[in-house]
């Protein structure tokens, strides 16, 4: 079954958070029953990463540009990636979505426009050698796509193609002015409550929740939480009369990159019956991170976009907690400038014990995954999650708010589970004293050092990778292919 997967990230090309890590995975997962390739807009990072680029077609002057083309080729794994080259929308370094100053670009509407557009006309025989059966969109970048696809059904009579709409993150919605609606070449009669309207605006992401065959999101509880008025960011109607449509599934994660049994950028391998290589891992980046080179004590790690979702703030608050208890702390992140400061203000007055990395380091996550003894995930929502996963496969026990993915990938340690499901922490409210209580039951079970490691050896056995998700995604891919 032909599936084209339409976003605009993808590791190891261009990531700027878990999305990329999905979409790097996913469409790798599925080859064996779908013959699924991806369409990208032609961004400088994927110009440089996609191998082999052929002309497919020229496409005609729309969204402001007259020299776009459609060109086709491979990733390094051997993955048909078709790329949109309209240099005037697209090349232009740094961030795929903002500019240097982090403000997003004046003309983000019709360069997202632009990738949704032309998904559609791949399912209308843009390329004469391949057609997808199901559009697979990712985020609001890729929204409009199920829209142009309900155009062109009305107009030309034809199915086309089922269309899948995958919401990652409900938060950020591609809003735009209301004037934009007009270059964006839709019937008129989209632009209302019953289609991409929403408070007088341009919704991409209503788009897709709008128009998609099927939508999914990344986890069951999330999946349900963005159905209820305190989640849903204003789309909880839509969601609730969807329900019939709205399927959670939980992601994977790509076990080929993420394995501490083979991992090459990590100190010493390590596996789930011998993790004697995971203790050269933690003085190992002790060392690299000048914090004291000592086993006795856990080192917390978090490796996260420091924004508001993720609870750095609760992190913060916690901070005196965790060294008055004698614990390490190390974050690797980017993000608000206000939880950067604070952050690097903690590592000059803890040196030592706590310290910081600020920027972008896929290698370093690596490293901290192996020897961080517990990865902190105190998310205020989060639809998936990623970095418990890795906390889980390399045995850095995940210390979560129940939420979200969250709530969906980690076992608290409680008493009554210990011997049986317990792969990590959760708390629930969030609150300082709810994460104080998390991390005091941390240091309990830390002392019980057995206990400790039968929790350990169980979260590096949890399954966490694509099989699941990529059965479902097909049996939904079934259910609409025309
Ligand atoms: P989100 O997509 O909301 O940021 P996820 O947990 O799904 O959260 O995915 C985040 C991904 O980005 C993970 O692969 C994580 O390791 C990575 N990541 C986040 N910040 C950094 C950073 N500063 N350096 C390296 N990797 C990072
Ligand atoms: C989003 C979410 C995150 C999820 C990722 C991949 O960025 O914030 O929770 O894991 O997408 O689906």
């Known amino acids: 079954m032909p599936v084209l997967h339409v976003c605009t990230e993808v590791y190891p090309l261009l990531k700027t958070g878990g999305l990329a890590d999905v979409t790097g995975a996913l469409p790798r997962a599925q080859l064996g029953q779908c013959d699924a390739r991806l369409l990208l807009p032609g961004l400088p990072a994927i110009l440089a990463g996609v191998h082999a680029l052929m002309p497919v077609a020229v496409l005609p002057p729309r969204f402001g540009v007259r020299d776009a083309r459609l060109l086709r080729g491979q990733l390094a794994d051997g993955l048909t990636a078709y790329v949109i080259a309209a240099p005037a929308l697209y090349e232009r370094p740094g961030n795929p979505y903002a500019d240097a100053n982090g403000l997003p670009y004046a003309d983000n509407a019709l360069r997202f426009a632009l990738l949704g557009w032309v998904a559609a006309r791949l399912c209308q025989g843009l390329d004469p050698h391949w057609q997808p059966c199901v559009l697979h969109c990712h985020d609001w970048h890729a929204g409009l796509a199920p829209a142009y696809v309900a155009a062109a059904r009305r107009a030309t009579g034809r199915a086309l193609a089922g269309t899948v709409f995958t919401v990652h993150n409900l938060a950020y919605q591609g809003s735009f002015a209301e004037e934009v609606f007009g270059q964006l070449g839709l019937p008129g009669d989209f632009y209302g409550i019953e289609g991409l309207e929403f408070y007088g605006q341009v919704s991409f992401l209503k788009a897709g929740l709008y128009y998609a065959d099927k939508l999914t999101t990344v986890s069951p509880s999330y999946g349900r939480e963005i159905a209820t ?60 991170c000048g914090l004291q080179v000592r086993d006795g004590a856990p080192l917390f790690v978090m490796v996260s976009r420091l924004t508001e979702q993720k609870g750095v703030q609760l992190l913060l608050g916690a901070l005196p907690e965790i060294v008055a208890s004698g614990s390490q702390l190390l974050v690797l992140g980017s993000g608000e400038a206000r939880y950067e400061h604070a952050l690097r203000a903690a590592a000059n007055t803890h040196a030592g014990q706590v310290a910081v990395r600020i920027g972008y380091d896929e290698d370093l996550a690596h490293r901290m995954f192996a020897g961080g003894d517990v990865c902190l995930v105190p998310s205020r929502y989060e639809p998936c999650g990623l970095t418990q996963l890795y906390g889980l496969r390399y045995g850095a026990l995940p210390l979560v708010r129940r939420v979200g993915g969250l709530a969906d990938t980690v076992v608290d340690a409680t008493l009554e589970d210990l011997d049986t499901r317990s792969t990590g922490f959760c708390f629930d409210a969030f609150t300082q004293a709810a994460l104080g209580a998390a991390l005091r039951r941390v240091q309990a079970l830390w002392r019980r050092s057995a206990d400790w490691a039968h929790v350990q050896e169980r979260a590096m056995r949890q399954p966490v990778g694509w099989d699941d998700a990529a059965a479902h995604y097909l049996r939904l891919y079934q259910d609409i292919t025309p």
């Open 229 to 288: 008025p305190e989640q849903g960011c204003g789309l909880d109607g839509l969601l609730r009369a969807r329900a019939r449509d709205l399927h959670g599934i939980l992601n994977g994660i790509d076990g080929v990159v993420w394995d501490p049994a083979s991992d090459a950028r990590i100190a010493a391998n390590y596996n789930p019956l011998d993790r004697r290589g995971k203790g050269a891992c933690k003085r190992a980046l002790q060392q690299e």
